[in-house]
C-alpha cells in the first residue's frame, strides 16, 4: 500500500473512534490474519502459486525454504559455471556491468566486485515499498534462483528466506528502478544480506541491518562470491510483487465496485433488463456474463427494481422508463474491462514468479559436456509494465463510471425523484451529500492523469547500453496511487446510493431490497447513521474510505 493508502486508513480508523452523537458504532472485526496457521512454502522454481503471493500479501504468518532437489540442481550448476569460465568472459562474473561492460576483473576482484556492485546500485529514494511487498519480492527471488540457471549457490537465496522467515524486513525504496531490473531496491535488500549498514525493520524498529539482523537471531556478516551480486538485482521480481500486490487490490476493489452499483441500481430503482443473459451472452465475453450474473445475484427479489418500485415515488405522473442512461445499461460491459485485464495479469504473474529473469542464464551445453553462460534481455519488465499500465486504465474508467453514478444520484431528475442533493429533513435548509460527490470529482482528473502510459516514455540511459528502458516501475506505483483514489471514489458512491435508498424508504415500504443490497446497506449503516439534518461530513467519508480500504463492503457472493 502507498503512503495516501497508509494515510487513508490511518484516518478512517481515527474516524471510526471519533464519532459524533447519533452515528451508528461498531468496532472493527478481530483479523484473522493474527490467527492463521503458518504457511510452509518449499520453492522449487516450478510450482509458486497467486494464492501463495496473496498469503504473504494478507500478512499471513509464512515460512519459506528450498526444495532439496531445488539445492542439488543449483549446486550443479554452479559448479559448471565456474569450470565455464575458465574459457568465456561473461557479464557479472570475470566483466564488468553496464556501460563498464569491457572491463575484464580478475579472480582476486571476484568478493570486492560483488559488494561494490550492490553498494552502486543501491541508490534508490522515496517511500519504501509496504513490508509484505518487500517478503514476496525476497520469496519471488529465491524461487526463481531455485530453477537452478542463474549459477548462485544454494546458500544464496536462503540468505533472504532466513531473514524472511525471521522477520526481517530490507527497506526498499520505491523511486530509482526503470523496470529494467530491480536494480536500486534489490540492491538494498544485498545489501542488507551482506550484514552492511543498508536500514531494514525488526519487530517494529528500524535500524542498520549489521545491528537488526543479530538481534533477530540471525549472522550479521554473509559473502557473496563470484557472480552472485548480479543475479540478486537482475530481473523483476521487485515489479512482480508490487504488481500483485496491485492486483490483490484491484479485485477486492473489482468486488467492490460491483456491489456498490448494485446499491445504485436499488436507489434508482433500475431496469432489471440491461443484466439480462440472454443479452450478455451474445457478447461472448466470459467476464461480462460473470460480472452480469454477480448482480443479478445481488438484487435478486428486488421489489424497488420493478414498474411498481418505480410508480412509488410520484404514481399519478408515472411513465414507463423504456430504458436506463448508458452508465447504467453498459455498466456489466465497463465492469469486464477490469476483470479481463486482471485475468490476464493473473497468467502473466504466475509465469513471471516460476520464470528465470536474470542475465546472464547457465545451461548445460547443447555442443559438449559441461555448462555455458547465454547473455540476454530476461530481466525486462515490458509485458508486467504494460500489463500495469492498461490494468491503471480500467481501474480508472471504473473511477469515472463510479463518479457519473454517485453525480446522477444528486439530481431530481436523472435519478428518478430522488430529494435534491440526498439532502434529508428540509431541502434547501440543508445541502446534503453535494461535497461529498465533489470529493470524487475531484480525484478524477488526478486519475486520468496517472493512466497515461509510463510504458511509452522510455529512454536511453549509461552511455547508451540501456537504451530501451520499461519505466515499469513508474507505472506500477501510479497504478497503486489510483487505487488510493479509487477507494474514496467507491466509497462516495457507496455513501450516496446508501443514503438515497434510506430517503425514500418510507415510500417504498412494503418492497423488498435484494437480499445482497440489503445485507451492504445494513453493513454500511452499522458505521455511519443516514444523513439527516446536515452535519460535518469528513468523518463519515473517512469511515466509508476505511470500509473499503479493508474490504468490508465485498458483497458475501463475491467472498
Known sequence: MSKVGRVAAGVGLLAALCVPPGQAVADPEPSLVETAPVA???????????????????????????????????????????????????????????????????????????????????????????????????????????????????????????????????????????????????????LAALGEDAPVRYRGEEGP??????????????????????????????????????????????????????????????????????????????????????????????????????????????????????????????????????????????????????????????????YEFVMGGNWDGSVMGHLADTLNAEITDIGVLSQELSGRLLSPRWSYGLPANLAGGTVGLNSGMVQVQTVAAALIPEMQARATPAGTLSRPVKDGQEDHNTMAMASARHLHENLDRLEVVLAVQYLMAAQGIDLIAQQMSGLALGAATRSLLTEIRRYVAPLGEDRYQTPDLERAVWLVHNGYLTPSLAR
Open 209 to 370: 541491518a549489521s545491528e537488526m539482523l543479530p538481534k533477530a537471531g540471525l549472522p550479521r556478516d554473509f559473502t557473496f562470491e563470484a557472480g552472485e551480486a548480479l543475479p540478486i538485482i537482475s530481473g523483476s521480481t521487485v515489479l512482480a510483487a508490487t504488481l500483485m500486490a496491485a492486483v490483490h487490490r484491484a479485485t477486492v476493489l473489482a468486488d467492490q465496485a460491483e456491489a456498490a452499483f448494485a446499491l445504485f441500481m436499488e436507489a434508482t430503482r433500475a431496469e432489471r433488463g440491461s443484466l439480462d443473459a440472454r443479452t450478455h451472452k451474445e457478447r461472448h465475453i466470459p467476464e461480462e456474463n460473470a460480472v452480469a450474473a454477480r448482480l443479478r445475484a445481488m438484487v435478486e427479489g428486488s421489489g424497488w427494481m420493478t414498474e411498481e418500485g418505480r410508480k412509488r415515488l410520484d404514481p399519478a405522473n408515472y411513465h414507463p422508463r423504456v430504458q436506463d442512461t448508458v452508465s447504467v445499461r453498459a455498466a456489466p460491459h465497463i465492469m469486464a474491462g477490469l476483470r479481463h485485464v486482471l485475468a490476464d495479469a493473473r497468467r502473466a504473474l504466475v509465469r513471471e514468479a516460476n520464470s528465470s529473469t536474470s542475465n546472464p542464464l547457465i545451461f548445460k551445453s547443447d555442443k559438449g559436456p559441461g
Open 40 to 190: 510452509e512454502l518449499v520453492l522449487d522454481g516450478d510450482s509458486f502459486s497467486l494464492q501463495d503471493a496473496f498469503a504473504i500479501l494478507e500478512g499471513r504468518p509464512v515460512t519459506a525454504r528450498l526444495a532439496p532437489d531445488a539445492q542439488a540442481n543449483m549446486s550443479r550448476t554452479r559448479a559448471g559455471a565456474l569450470a565455464a569460465l575458465d574459457n568465456q568472459r561473461v557479464y557479472g562474473w570475470n566483466q564488468a556491468l553496464g556501460p563498464l561492460k569491457d572491463r575484464p576483473l580478475s579472480p582476486e576482484q571476484a568478493e570486492q566486485f560483488q559488494r561494490n556492485v550492490l553498494r552502486s546500485h543501491a541508490a534508490g529514494v522515496g517511500e519504501p515499498l509496504p513490508d509484505n511487498v518487500v517478503r514476496l519480492a525476497l520469496i519471488l527471488k529465491a524461487n526463481q534462483m531455485a530453477r537452478g540457471t542463474v549459477g548462485v549457490r544454494p546458500e544464496v537465496p536462503q540468505r533472504l528466506l532466513d531473514m524472511v522467515n525471521a522477520g526481517v524486513v530490507p527497506r526498499m525504496p520505491q523511486v530509482g528502478s526503470l523496470g529494467t531490473g530491480d536494480l536500486q531496491p534489490q540492491a538494498a535488500a544485498g
